[in-house]
């Protein structure tokens, strides 16, 4: 349960940008989860929630954009996107390579402020 | 009415981990300590994996030390002490990986300069301990002939993070039908050009190739 740990540290980081900003309600979090990332979505939703509890970040909706993997293809001179996790080859041309340009990410990508409420 | 304001902020979620890892690094290597972080399933014998390669490093005169992690007892530094080398045990009560801090912490009150090579041996678990950057130089994931070839399948974000991987206990591989060739396409697959040994600490079998690689990297450090 690695993701208890991610979701105390997307608390972490979006209060520590929410006090910039008056550090009111935070209504949503977007993040950007690569699927090399090893994050199990359902278990960091479970986390998210218990971790929220009595913050700030209570009852805020939780967004994540799965980022797929992409890889450089050296033969065909491409960057191509991949079906799944397990074989790192172009799906053009069956070239494996390592050269991974996206689906590592484990990103907070944005944080939704709410509006203050009036008196 | 007010609007909810959207805040772009485009942070590591892990930064806070990323930069004591970075910083730790970085002073590892301008000490000339290579450092590396072993990662496994539970059962893979990292621990006695270990234990060959201090008690051989020892025997030569080289200088080396480890901490090992796991959930609960010390069992594992106790075995690992058996080589004479300086080991310390890191209790994670019930954390399923290792964190930069965890290790720092339990590295305070040596002189790491007086030694050539730091290992960390992870908590057993092929999940978890893949997106904790520990300030290693060297990541090892190891795969035993008793768990299958598909393993690396299975679990392609850990191996797709590790600069070599070992294949352990070899000498059993005719007995469990591991097939080596079908174990090494995997690996490939998910980690593109990887270099693999197959090693036996019973029969010795690709201890002397792992050392030798190991002198390669730490030659890279460049103090």
């Known amino acids: ?119 | 009415m007010t609007q909810p304001r959207i805040l772009e902020v485009r942070t590591r979620i892990l930064k806070k981990n990323d930069e004591l890892a970075r910083e730790m690094r970085r002073e590892f290597e301008s000490l000339g300590l290579l450092v590396v972080n072993m990662v496994s399933s539970p059962g893979t014998g990292k621990t006695a994996f270990l234990k060959e390669t201090l008690s051989r490093l020892l025997a030569r005169g080289i200088p080396a030390a480890a901490v090992v992690g796991d959930v609960e007892t010390d069992n594992d530094a106790r075995r690992l002490a058996a080589s004479g080398a300086p080991v310390r045990q890191i209790m994670t009560h019930g954390l399923c990986h290792l964190e930069a801090e965890m290790v720092r912490a339990h590295l305070a009150d040596w002189n790491l300069a007086d030694f050539h090579y730091l290992f960390i041996e992870n908590v057993g678990n092929l999940v978890c301990p893949t997106s904790w950057d520990l300030g290693e130089s060297v990541r090892l994931a190891l795969l035993s002939v008793t768990e299958g070839e598909d393993k690396p399948l299975k679990y392609p974000g850990l191996f797709n993070t590790a600069d070599i991987a070992a294949i352990t206990k070899i000498d059993l591989a005719e007995a469990c039908e591991f097939d080596r060739e079908t174990a090494r396409a995997n690996i490939d697959a998910v980690r593109p050009g990887m270099q693999v040994l197959e090693t036996s600490v019973k029969t010795g079998a690709g201890i002397e190739e792992w050392l030798a690689y190991l002198a390669t990297r730490r030659a890279m450090l460049n103090p």
């Open chain 1, 1 to 119: 349960m690695h993701e208890l740990s991610i979701a105390m540290n997307v608390v972490e980081l979006a209060r520590g940008h929410s006090r910039l900003h008056g550090d009111g309600r935070i209504s949503a979090v977007t993040l950007r989860i690569g699927r090399l990332s090893c994050v199990h979505e359902d278990s960091l939703r479970y986390s998210f929630e218990l971790v929220t509890e009595g913050t700030p970040l209570a009852g805020a909706r939780l967004r994540i954009i799965e980022v797929p993997i992409r890889i450089w293809c050296p033969t065909c001179e491409a960057e191509r996107e991949l079906p799944g996790i397990q074989r790192l080859a172009c799906p053009e041309c069956g070239h494996l390579s390592g050269e991974i340009r996206a689906g590592r990410e484990l990103d907070l990508e944005s944080i939704e402020l709410a509006p203050e409420t009036t008196p």
